[in-house]
């Protein structure tokens, strides 16, 4: 008996989270056309003028009763069900057409998944939303991660190869965090390399060298290469002298909801 009562606890146990599961991804279905998605703006700094000179764009989802919910909660999910691709059209067409009212040659960073790519409409997706929103194509930037790359290599190849033909960047994402090959970094067009927060927040010798390393790499190979997740002035002081060449953190710049790029791009800087 003991045995059954467990096995029905257990069972309960996984109906329930198989009914949080399938309530989210109904919540999910619906959020679009809700209007329930919003995109932050977090500044990156280029580390030679320290000026800000972009925001990456980051998705925020308001649920009508359990309230913000955080992009890792519900990505995995809408890449399973596929919803991302629509969510990640909507993203880039947001972000395209916030962008376009932000003066001189302020850039957009807009996060894409891997699920993308293999819809095969990214480059269709990315054409029509620089179009309809006047963005120019230089001022958008695609971040994609390593897990993008891992299997339909040639395809993603020359969407990419397309994409950087038309004008658009592209950065490597959470740099260090993934199946890091160096021959990615020869293989695909990219112009930036971020490098992951945690090798900026641990503060030993190892992280300095990793941090060193990759910053050299990137520089040889004339990349651009953001620190990510930079919250202190130590943090900061360490990234310059490894010769990164862009900052992005809460200590320069918090997401911020796109009404509010307009001030923080006219605030005097506070260093
Ligand atoms: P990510 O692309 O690496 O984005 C940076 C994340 O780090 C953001 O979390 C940002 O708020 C956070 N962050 C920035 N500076 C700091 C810092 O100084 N300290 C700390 N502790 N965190 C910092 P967020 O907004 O929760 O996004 C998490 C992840 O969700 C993103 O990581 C990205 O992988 C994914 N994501 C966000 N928006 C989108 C989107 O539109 N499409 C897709 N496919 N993924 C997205
Ligand atoms: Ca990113
Ligand atoms: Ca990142
Ligand atoms: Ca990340």
Redo the contacts with the bound molecule.
């Keep these: 008996r003991a045995g059954r009562g467990r096995y029905r606890l257990f069972e309960a146990g996984m109906d329930d989270l198989l009914h949080k599961r399938r309530e989210m991804e109904i919540d999910l279905r619906r959020a679009l056309a809700l209007k329930q998605f919003e995109?932050?703006y977090?500044p990156f700094l280029d580390l030679k003028s320290d000026t800000c000179i972009g925001f990456?764009?980051?998705?925020r989802w308001t649920h009508p009763v359990k309230g913000n919910i955080?992009?890792?909660d519900f990505?995995s999910l809408a890449e399973e069900n596929g919803l991302?691709v629509k969510?990640?059209e909507w993203?880039l067409r947001t972000a395209c057409r916030e962008a376009a009212s932000w003066p001189g040659e302020m850039i957009v960073a807009?996060?894409?998944?891997p699920l993308?790519f293999k819809a095969d409409t990214l480059l269709e997706t990315v054409s029509s939303a620089l179009e309809r929103s006047g963005l120019p194509a230089h001022r958008l930037e695609i971040?994609i991660?390593e897990g993008a790359l891992l299997d339909d290599t040639d395809n993603v190849l020359k969407t990419l190869i397309a994409l950087r033909d038309i004008g658009v960047k592209i950065s490597m994402?959470?740099f260090g965090t993934g199946y890091s090959s160096l021959s990615y970094l020869q293989k695909f067009p990219f112009n930036k390399i971020?490098i992951?927060?945690s090798f900026v927040a641990c503060a030993n010798a190892d992280s300095e060298a990793i941090l060193r390393a990759v910053a050299g790499l990137g520089t040889s190979l004339g990349m651009a290469i953001t620190a990510?997740?930079?919250?202190t002035a130590d943090q900061l002081a360490r990234i310059r002298q490894e010769r990164c060449t862009h900052v992005?953190?809460?200590?320069t710049g918090?997401?911020m909801a796109a009404n509010l790029v307009a001030a923080f791009l006219t605030q005097p800087p506070t260093d």
């Design positions: 995109l932050n977090q990456e764009a980051l998705l955080p992009p890792l990505i991302i969510i990640g993203v807009v996060n894409v998944s993308q971040e991660t994402d959470d971020k992951d927060r990510e997740g930079v919250e992005q953190g809460y200590l918090r997401p």
